[in-house]
């Protein structure tokens, strides 16, 4: 069974540049063919797709996101990880990494995808 695991800080200061881990257990993020992405909720809001780095190592990114969103992976400890610069409070929400086979790069429901964390909280506050 598939598990991912989100990690990072829970407050970030503005202006700062937000990271945050996933780690998978259960099955290698080079397996092939899937999507491993990065999806954040806003308080009161819809799912948001960030973007996803694939088996292989390609990157994908959300166009209103591409400039501050960076995807990378290590795939000695199973993992990867987002890096979201010049955070602002508009940045606060709750961020789950998912995988699947597609892209969803618009999704409405967690469920959409087939596997995904718990998520993680992140304020972004001074």
């Known amino acids: 069974q598939v598990q991912l695991q989100e990690s990072g800080p829970g407050l970030v200061k503005p202006s700062q540049t937000l990271s945050l881990t996933c780690t998978v257990s259960?099955?290698?993020?080079?397996?092939?063919?899937?999507?491993w992405s990065w999806i954040r909720q806003p308080p009161g809001k819809g799912l948001e797709w960030m973007g996803a780095?694939?088996?292989?190592?390609?990157?994908y990114y959300s166009p209103s996101l591409k400039s501050r969103t960076s995807i990378s992976r290590d795939t000695s400890k199973n993992q990867f990880t987002l890096q979201l610069s010049s955070v602002a409070p508009e940045d606060t929400a709750v961020y789950y990494c998912?995988?699947?086979?597609?892209?969803?790069?618009?999704?409405?429901?967690?469920?959409?995808?087939?596997?995904w964390g718990q998520g993680t909280q992140v304020t972004v506050s001074s």
């Open positions: 259960g099955g290698s993020i080079t397996t092939n063919y899937y999507y």
């Open positions: 780095i694939t088996s292989s190592g390609s990157t």
């Open positions: 998912t995988k699947d086979l597609r892209l969803h790069s618009d999704p409405t429901s967690l469920s959409e995808y087939h596997y």
